[in-house]
């Protein structure tokens, strides 16, 4: 049998995205990509940083489970304490790394040096899996084999970073966790399961383990790691993306690295938003921002020219300020993730991040 192809093939381009908001309303001057109708949530306010309130002992634990069904959910999620926290924790990530490169100095707290342990063992998998030989060119089998170990011994790996009081809590983080790392059925990943590696963070703030000292770090170690052991995995495994816009979206499986990476480039002296079309500057500079790691990626596994297979990627380069790129960004996780019924029907839910 022929082996897998070294980059996946361009995603269909569709005809007419109807669905998507007008992004004019999100910060940003789009001009090939046009909806039909507005949407709340596109005039709403720039999410803002918001605390992650710690839970006191004694801690109620439960196995988290799904909620949301239906737009009412959504919307009671998002008028909720647990929705608001998220969104906020989200957005004070964000304020973390403003104007910082990746190889900046912060401080590495012995959990952030813990969850990185527990990263960097969770890729050694994937080198002592490789993929079958298959004709087809998504999906590989052995990513249930991955993900089977993940199961197994996941939970031992939680436990180990929980102090002995919290050691009960296995039960509630680990299906954060292990719902971060794509589904196994499917062989799919895409930014329901990025938000629940997200929702996993917030738990550990919660919980008072990881705090807002952390949040640098949280950012340029662990979801930077989290990051590059999800592009292993869809590029050794070839997992579909799930939930996807195609052609009308930014990435086919990642969201908050643009919103981390557009944060880092606030009020950079020299690089602009149109600066992804420099190819000096993304060989160069790639590695030290996020939002120019994800673009550089996306040209390299995808053939042709960036307005062809990513044309939202290409408008927002005509956007003047990183500034307004992040704001901008921040609005349209919250309209095209966190409202988004297909992708957060899968979101949990327990005691840490209620219903």
């Known amino acids: 049998m022929p082996a897998p192809p070294t980059s996946p093939p361009p995603p269909p381009q569709m005809q007419t995205p109807v669905a998507y908001p007008d992004m004019g309303n999100l910060g940003f001057n789009m001009g090939s990509i046009r909806a039909s109708n507005l949407t709340l949530a596109a005039l709403a306010p720039v999410p803002q ?57 912060c401080r590495q707290s012995p959990m952030v040096v813990s969850i ?24 590989n089998p052995t990513f249930r084999e991955w993900q089977t170990w993940l199961e197994e ?28 790392f794509g589904n196994a ?19 550990l703030a919660r919980l ?8 640098q770090a949280l950012v340029t170690h662990v979801f ?23 052609v009308w979206g930014l990435d086919d499986y990642h969201f908050l690295p643009f919103i981390f990476g557009s944060a880092q480039l606030v009020d950079h002296r020299y690089m602009k938003p149109k600066s992804i079309h420099n190819p000096d500057i993304l060989e160069n500079f790639s590695h030290e921002f996020m939002y120019l790691g994800c673009v550089e990626f996306v040209k390299r596994v995808k053939k042709g020219a960036l ?6 990627l290409d408008d927002i380069s005509a956007v003047p300020s990183w500034s307004k790129v ?15 019924v297909p992708i957060m029907q899968h979101f949990l839910f327990g005691s840490l991040i209620k219903w």
């Not at 008072?208 to 949040?215: I, P, R, S, T």
């Not at 992040?326 to 988004?340: F, I, Q, R, T």
């Open 49 to 105: 940083p918001r605390a992650v309130p710690v839970v006191q002992s004694p801690y109620a634990f439960q196995v988290p489970r799904k909620r949301i069904n239906n737009p009412s959910d959504i919307e009671h999620f998002q008028q909720s304490e647990g929705g608001k926290t998220f969104l906020g924790f989200v957005a004070a990530l964000s304020d973390s790394v403003k104007g910082k490169k990746l190889s900046d100095y």
């Open 116 to 139: 990185g342990k527990i990263l960097s063992e969770m890729s050694s998998w994937v080198d002592q899996l490789p993929p079958k030989q298959q004709p087809a060119r998504y999906g």
């Open 153 to 180: 011994r996941g939970p031992s790996l939680i436990a180990q970073i929980l102090p002995d009081s919290m050691k009960l809590g296995v039960m509630e983080l680990f299906p954060y966790f292990a719902d971060s």
């Open 185 to 203: 059925t499917r062989i799919d990943y895409g930014t329901g399961h990025e938000a629940n590696f997200a929702a996993w963070l917030t738990c």
């Open 208 to 215: 008072g383990l990881v705090n807002e000292d952390d949040y």
């Open 224 to 246: 930077v790691q989290y990051l590059d052991l999800m592009r292993k995995l869809q590029t050794t495994y070839w997992l579909e993306p799930a939930g996807s816009h195609g």
């Open 307 to 312: 307005a062809e297979h990513s044309p939202m």
């Open 326 to 340: 992040n704001s901008g960004m921040l609005k349209m996780y919250k309209a095209e993730v966190l409202e988004k």
